[in-house]
Structure formats: structure tokens, C-alpha cells
């Protein structure tokens, strides 16, 4: 809402209505207050009202929002120099120029800043009668503002000309023959000159001077009984009749816009319903429309609304980021009334719909939240104790009978029926180490005794898959953590004893080389152990036991130290003699 309230000020500006252009930039400021353009163009029609301690605040604002921005350096320019603060004027066209030394309109402004300074100072003056015409920071608007010269100042011949002029007024007598100057004449003073062909200027140029003064003189003197303009019959009244119904529309979107800021939303339907009445081929007024339904909770008013946009707007060929616009506002609505997963289906082919039209990042958190909340309550609709309690039942009978896969499939549907039953946790793991595959075997078990740290069997199930992975010292450690709460666990006592066996065998040697060097390798992978080969003091510690017994024996009495040992030891990286 921002971006239109910016764009009917800039048309507002274009076409000479300064207050109307205020109004709706200080709208648009209201609604996105760190907006630096927001800020210049209002100073741009303050200046042109010659509000000029109105321009200075916005045009301030503006270079302190975007201080590298060298376009506020010229509000703020032109701002000084209608207050007649001529040496802030040059200090900050200057600075502006730093930034960008290629700038015309900070060129033109520091010149006019230096010519006022001059003057004000009793500098020699420019002699010409046209020097006061051309100068001040509000010749660019009222050009601007003017159809007949507005397009001139895309034209950068016309623009030399006019900066050259700007510079030193009596350098116009060059460019009499140009009609576009003599147009430009006329806007600045207010009158309306007669435009001569280009033979007759090249005739008159000697004696243009008084030529000039002739035609500047306003019209009507030069009438007796000063005719009415004739209407103009180049628009047809069916023409005339669709331009009056879309001003009127707006005017209505607008004062909808007003009532729905006061949260008064039954008047703001009100004058959307109108400006959809007068004028069908602008969506906004559908949309702004469903979002008044959005916050009144009426949210099928609010899809209906959002569907109507979309079809009329592919019929349109509207810009895709308004159609995108509706697609989101329909999702939020289906979202809104959702009661069940299945429900947020519609709402999430929306966002999707909506995000193939334009890529969105609110759009985008919408569907990831969407499907989120999808899948919990999927979850929550499919948990079932009681199935899962069968379903376990069922891989038991299947493992008794060593079919693995069939009971990993139990076990899998028993956990999604209730995903927090450490028992089905373990009983999938032991099917994945009879299966082989040790890490998932791994992750369950972990899962088990994350949900329920007392249960032994998880710390069983843990330790034999690390055993297989030939991970001795780690399956100690788990064998002895799960002892912890169950000291007399049969399974436990046995996988301590079968670790301590295997380690056992790597301190004296009774292994092959190619196992040797297989567990080397894994614990070369295992962060705990390059932490401690990459210690200093450890490394220290291991040239010790090389080279110097007696500190080695020191070494040991440190626990800490002790503790580290034993781990290289266990994972067969250090071999004790």
C-alpha cells in the first residue's frame, strides 16, 4: 500500500497538484516511515510550494536515512537555497557531488547556490532581464509540472541549453530560435506566448528583445472580448464517461483505505463494493476488499474475493505480483479456517500457486509454516496406542521368526501410531544390526535412550552396534553408562567383558595388522580422538613415553591425562609394550 500511495503522489507531482502529491507521500511515510525516496519526493513538493523549512526537515531525513544517496544532498540543497542559507547550500551541494561528480542537477544547483552568494555579498551581477526567471530551486517543478515542457527535460540537448542559461542568463539571446525555450518562457512567466513558425524567429532575431516583451504581455490585454476555449472533441463521451468512473474509484479505494486504518470495516466494504461497481479492470479494489474480510474473520468472503482477483486479473493480464498477492491473501484464509491436515492442502497449493506468480518471502514462511502444521497434525490424527501396541506385537513375532524386514516394518508403522515408545526404538534397532545396517541400528538406539535414559536394553542395543563397528572403546562406554541404572544387567556385565577382551587383544599385539589398521582409520575419523592428537600437551605426553620414561610415569598420575591415554589405547592408535 505504500508503493501506490508513492506512485499517486509521483502522477499527483507529475501533473502540478503539489498538496495532493504531500498527501499521499505522507500517507505512504506513515506506512513505510524508513523509506528515504519517500521523504525527497516530499520535499520536492514542499519546495514546489515554496514550503522551503518543510523541504529542509524531509530533505534532512532523507540524507540521514541514506546518507551515500546523492539525490537527498540535492533536496537538501535546493531546501537552503529557497531559505536563502546560501553557504549551506554550496557546502551541501558539494557533498553531494563527491558522490556522484558527474551529477547535473547538483552541477546546475551548486551555480545557482554561488551566483546567490555572489549577490548577496555585492558580486558583480549577471545585467540580463531574464536572470531571476531562471533561477531557484523551483524552476525543475514548475517545467515538471507543465505537459507542454515536462518531456523537454528528457531531452539532454534541451537539458545543456537550459543549465547553460541557468549559469549565466545572458546567454539565452543563443537560443531564441529554439521554440522549446520560448515554451519554456511562457511556463516560467506565468503567460502564454505566441509561438511563431522557425522562419519567423530566424527573422526576428535581431530585434527579439522587444519582440519578447511584446509577447509576454498576458493575452487578454491584446483582446477586447476575450473568446471561450472551445471544448474539446477529440474524446469521445464514452471515453470521457470511463476516465470519470476510474477517478471516481479511486476515490473511493482511497476513502476505503482511510476507513480501514480506523479499523471501521464495515464502511471500508462499503467504499471498496463501490469502487468495484464503477470500475471492474482494477483488482486492487478486489483484493484490498478481502483483506477487510480477512480481519472481520469472514474468511469464505475473503477466498471469494481472492478467486475473483485472480480470474479477472488473468483475464486483465494484471502484474503477476498482484495476482500472487491474492493467491497468499486465499492460502491465509484457508489456513485460518483449517480444522484437520487434510484441510491445509488447498491452503498450501495457494502459496504455491501464489509463489510461481512471484517469489514472495512472506509467501514462502506461509507455505513452510503450512506444511509444518500439516504434518504435526497428521501426526497427532494418527496416533493410536492401542494399534501401536499390535503393530509391535506383530514385528516381535516377525523377529522371533528372523524375518528382519517384515518386523522393520511393524515397528515403523507402530512408531508413526506413537513416536514416543522407547521399547518399538529398540526392537527396530536390534532388527537393523541383524540386518546390517549398523547406522540406522546406531540412530535408533540413541533415540531410545534419549526418550527413556533409564531403560537398559537401549544402552545394550547401543553398545552392540558400536561392538560391530568394531568401536570397542565407545561400546565400553556405553555397556558401563547403562550399568549406571541397572549395575546388575546380565547384557551389560557381557558387553563389558567382551570389550575389554578386544581391547585386551590390540595392547598385546593378538590382532591382524589389516584389523589393526582398519580401527586406527575409524578412530582417525572420530572428533574426540583428533582433539586429543591435536593437543599440544598431549603430543608432549606421547614423546614422553617415547623418549623419556620418568616424565611418562608422571604423566600418568594425572587422571585427566590418564583418561586420554586409555582412549588412544582402546581405539588402538597407541600400543602399550
Not at 540535492?74 to 531559505?83: F, N, P, Q, T, W
Not at 547538483?106 to 555572489?118: H, I, M, V, W
Not at 464514452?238 to 477517478?247: D, I, L, Q, S, T
Not at 565407545?474 to 577382551?501: F, I, M, S
Request: net charge negative.
Amino acid at each position: 500500500m505504500a508503493e501506490e500511495a508513492k506512485a499517486k503522489g509521483n502522477a499527483a507531482f507529475s501533473a502540478g497538484r503539489f498538496e495532493e502529491a504531500i498527501r499521499f507521500f505522507s500517507e505512504a511515510i506513515d506506512l513505510a516511515p524508513t523509506n528515504h525516496v519517500l521523504y525527497s519526493n516530499r520535499s520536492a513538493a514542499y519546495a514546489s510550494l515554496q514550503r522551503y523549512s518543510d523541504a529542509l526537515a524531509d530533505a534532512k531525513k532523507t540524507v540521514d536515512l541514506k546518507p551515500d544517496w546523492s539525490k537527498g544532498y540535492s533536496r537538501l540543497g535546493a531546501a537552503h537555497l529557497g531559505l536563502g542559507n546560501f553557504e549551506d547550500a554550496i557546502t551541501t551541494y558539494k557533498k553531494g557531488l563527491e558522490l556522484d561528480p558527474s551529477n547535473d542537477a547538483l552541477k546546475s544547483g551548486l551555480a545557482d547556490a554561488q551566483a546567490a552568494a555572489a549577490r548577496s555579498r555585492g558580486g558583480p551581477q549577471a545585467s540580463s532581464p531574464f536572470e531571476n526567471i531562471f533561477q531557484g530551486p523551483d524552476v525543475w517543478a514548475k517545467l515538471t509540472a507543465d505537459p507542454a515542457t515536462r518531456g523537454y527535460l528528457q531531452q539532454p540537448d534541451f537539458l545543456k541549453m537550459l543549465q547553460d542559461v541557468q549559469r549565466n542568463p545572458n546567454n539565452i539571446n543563443k537560443y531564441f530560435s529554439d521554440p522549446r525555450m520560448m515554451q519554456v518562457l511562457g511556463v516560467l512567466l506565468n503567460v502564454k506566448l505566441r509561438t511563431t513558425t522557425p522562419e519567423e524567429m530566424e527573422r526576428d532575431v535581431p530585434g527579439m528583445d522587444s519582440e519578447l516583451k511584446r509577447q509576454a504581455e498576458p493575452e487578454q490585454k491584446t483582446r477586447k472580448e476575450p473568446e471561450p476555449e472551445p471544448e474539446p472533441m477529440d474524446i469521445p463521451d464514452e471515453e470521457k464517461e470511463v476516465r470519470e468512473r476510474k477517478a471516481e474509484a479511486q476515490r473511493e479505494k482511497e476513502a476505503g483505505n482511510a476507513a480501514y486504518k480506523k479499523k471501521d470495516f464495515e464502511t471500508a466494504i462499503q467504499h471498496y463494493t463501490k469502487a468495484i461497481e464503477l470500475d471492474d479492470e482494477d483488482i486492487s479494489f478486489i483484493t484490498n476488499r478481502a483483506a477487510v474480510y480477512m480481519e472481520m474473520g469472514k474468511y469464505e468472503d475473503c477466498i471469494k474475493d481472492c478467486d475473483k482477483a485472480v480470474d479477472r486479473g488473468r483475464e486483465l493480464r494484471s502484474d503477476f505480483k498482484m495476482i500472487a498477492k491474492a493467491l497468499t491473501r486465499k492460502g491465509t484464509a484457508l489456513v485460518k479456517l483449517a480444522k484437520c491436515s487434510k484441510d491445509y492442502e488447498p491452503a498450501i497449493e495457494a502459496f504455491q500457486k501464489a509463489l510461481t506468480e512471484h517469489r514472495n518471502p512472506d509467501t514462502l514462511k506461509k507455505l513452510n509454516d503450512a506444511q509444518k502444521a500439516k504434518k504435526d497434525l497428521e501426526q497427532q490424527e494418527y496416533f493410536d496406542p492401542q494399534i501401536a501396541d499390535e503393530e509391535r506385537e506383530k514385528g516381535n513375532e516377525f523377529f522371533k521368526q528372523q524375518k528382519y524386514p517384515e518386523a522393520v516394518r511393524h515397528y515403523t508403522e507402530a512408531l508413526r501410531r506413537n513416536p514416543q515408545d522407547p521399547r518399538v526404538y529398540s526392537n527396530r534397532a536390534a532388527c537393523y544390526t541383524k540386518l546390517g545396517a549398523l547406522p540406522e541400528g546406531l540412530k535408533d538406539a540413541e533415540k531410545c535412550i534419549e526418550l527413556d535414559p533409564a531403560f537398559s536394553k537401549g544402552y545394550t542395543r547401543k553398545g552392540a552396534v558400536q561392538f560391530f563397528m568394531k568401536e570397542y572403546d565407545k561400546a565400553l562406554e556405553t555397556y558401563q553408562e547403562g550399568l549406571k541404572h541397572d549395575p546388575n544387567n546380565q547384557e551389560l556385565l557381557d558387553g563389558v567383558r567382551r570389550c575389554v577382551e578386544q581391547i585386551n587383544k590390540t595392547n598385546r599385539g593378538d590382532i591382524s595388522p589389516e584389523d589393526l589398521k582398519e580401527r586406527q582409520a575409524k578412530a582417525m575419523h572420530d572428533p574426540e580422538i583428533q582433539n586429543i592428537l591435536s593437543d599440544p600437551i598431549m603430543r608432549q605426553v606421547l614423546i614422553d613415553f617415547q623418549e623419556n620414561p620418568k616424565a611418562a610415569q608422571d604423566h600418568l598420575k594425572n587422571p585427566q591425562v590418564m583418561h586420554k591415554i586409555q582412549k588412544l589405547v582402546s581405539a588402538g592408535i597407541v600400543q602399550l609394550r
